[in-house]
């Protein structure tokens, strides 16, 4: 394949090339990195309108090249490519702490996606297509849950919130014991659990500071908003909806929507307020600061009782004290 651009931009990132899959059109440019009189270059390497052969992969082997480039523009476009054969990756022998950032960063994307385009049934199905990857790639691969774990971010966003929701109650619904069907019917509910934000005004859900009490029922009505767009797209298991609907309610009562309490919470509603409330507590927003887990579970334990049920949140205590495992 002929080496036919140079650029001295350092704007590039590097993919594992065990993602690239052979005979497949990419649709973004791959690069080699080059060192020539103390500088480097990225060489273009494949265009995104052809596909790499294996005689390509066997050239870049023979000349001791491991690794190929990207531009950081076409990481989305990246994710994208390898969303398609994930369930393919995550049985491949990529190193794990490798793998299970590659699984968090297609979450990311596809939930960009999501808060972009709420009415899309095919986003829905991404949704349920990554966390299938994810129950398999941490029930089978060793080590998968301590990195998943160490790949939620502490930055606030409204996906990547729906992320780290999501991978904190798959990780924790394995160490409790759920099945595999459990499992990817509360993974899709968490996923999707804030999707009815988007049919709230932006500078309400965006706002910096304390909501006014007008202000704070109108964000309230993002759960049930959220159950009507997803019931109105189809495509999910009734138990889904209980992690999107309960994720507000309080074991002792008085939340919302519908201020149940105790057992009328359905399990996957305990676990979902309970990595709801995590997740808001340890990450960093613009008016607070990025609490640290031991205080975060401090005042989820001592200041917010009567939010959870104890026996889950002792659990949840128990589990991040193992480191995932």
Same mark, same amino acid.
């Given at each position: 394949m002929q080496n036919t651009d140079h650029t001295t931009t350092n704007d590039f990132v590097?993919? +594992?090339?065990?993602?690239?899959?052979?005979?497949? %059109?990419?649709?973004?440019?791959?690069? +080699?990195?080059?060192?020539?009189?103390?500088?480097?270059?990225?060489?273009?390497?494949?265009?995104?309108?052809?596909?790499?052969?294996?005689?390509?992969?066997?050239?870049?082997?023979?000349n001791g090249i491991q690794n190929l480039y990207i531009r950081n523009e076409d990481q989305a476009k990246y994710f994208k490519y390898i969303e398609s054969s994930l369930s393919s990756i995550v049985k491949d022998r990529i190193d794990v702490k490798v793998k299970s950032q590659m699984v968090y960063n297609v979450a990311k994307n596809i939930m960009t996606d999501v808060f972009d385009n709420p009415r899309s049934g095919a986003n829905v199905e991404r949704s349920r297509g990554w966390v299938s990857s994810i129950v398999e790639h941490i029930m089978t691969n060793e080590g998968a849950s301590a990195n998943m774990l160490s790949m939620v971010s502490y930055d606030y966003y409204t996906y990547t919130h729906s992320v780290n929701v999501s991978v904190l109650g798959l990780l924790f619904s394995r160490y409790i014991g759920l099945d595999d069907d459990k499992m990817n019917d509360l993974g899709l509910g968490l996923m999707l659990h804030d999707i009815g934000k988007t049919q709230i005004a932006p500078e309400l859900v965006n706002k910096n500071g304390k909501l006014t009490n007008d202000e704070f029922v109108q964000i309230k009505k993002h759960v049930e908003a959220g159950f009507v767009l997803l019931k109105q797209l189809g495509g999910l298991d009734d138990a889904s909806f209980y992690a999107i609907l309960q994720h507000h309610?309080?074991?002792?009562?008085?939340?919302?929507?519908?201020?149940?309490?105790?057992?009328?919470?359905?399990?996957?509603?305990?676990?979902?307020?309970? %990595?709801? +409330?995590?997740?808001?507590?340890?990450?960093?927003?613009?008016?607070?600061?990025?609490?640290?887990?031991?205080?975060?579970?401090?005042?989820?334990?001592?200041?917010m009782k009567g939010n959870f049920s104890w026996p889950y949140l002792k659990h949840f205590i128990m589990f991040l004290g193992s480191g995932g495992g």
């Amino acid at each position: 394949m002929q080496n036919t651009d140079h650029t001295t931009t350092n704007d590039f990132v590097p993919i +594992v090339m065990n993602t690239i899959r052979l005979d497949m %059109v990419t649709g973004y440019d791959l690069f +080699v990195k080059n060192l020539a009189g103390g500088q480097v270059r990225y060489v273009l390497y494949c265009s995104g309108e052809h596909a790499i052969r294996q005689s390509h992969l066997e050239e870049l082997q023979s000349n001791g090249i491991q690794n190929l480039y990207i531009r950081n523009e076409d990481q989305a476009k990246y994710f994208k490519y390898i969303e398609s054969s994930l369930s393919s990756i995550v049985k491949d022998r990529i190193d794990v702490k490798v793998k299970s950032q590659m699984v968090y960063n297609v979450a990311k994307n596809i939930m960009t996606d999501v808060f972009d385009n709420p009415r899309s049934g095919a986003n829905v199905e991404r949704s349920r297509g990554w966390v299938s990857s994810i129950v398999e790639h941490i029930m089978t691969n060793e080590g998968a849950s301590a990195n998943m774990l160490s790949m939620v971010s502490y930055d606030y966003y409204t996906y990547t919130h729906s992320v780290n929701v999501s991978v904190l109650g798959l990780l924790f619904s394995r160490y409790i014991g759920l099945d595999d069907d459990k499992m990817n019917d509360l993974g899709l509910g968490l996923m999707l659990h804030d999707i009815g934000k988007t049919q709230i005004a932006p500078e309400l859900v965006n706002k910096n500071g304390k909501l006014t009490n007008d202000e704070f029922v109108q964000i309230k009505k993002h759960v049930e908003a959220g159950f009507v767009l997803l019931k109105q797209l189809g495509g999910l298991d009734d138990a889904s909806f209980y992690a999107i609907l309960q994720h507000h309610e309080r074991d002792e009562g008085g939340g919302y929507p519908r201020g149940i309490k105790g057992n009328d919470i359905h399990e996957f509603g305990k676990i979902a307020k309970i %990595v709801d +409330v995590y997740d808001a507590l340890t990450t960093k927003r613009s008016y607070s600061d990025a609490r640290q887990p031991f205080n975060a579970l401090t005042i989820m334990k001592n200041e917010m009782k009567g939010n959870f049920s104890w026996p889950y949140l002792k659990h949840f205590i128990m589990f991040l004290g193992s480191g995932g495992g």
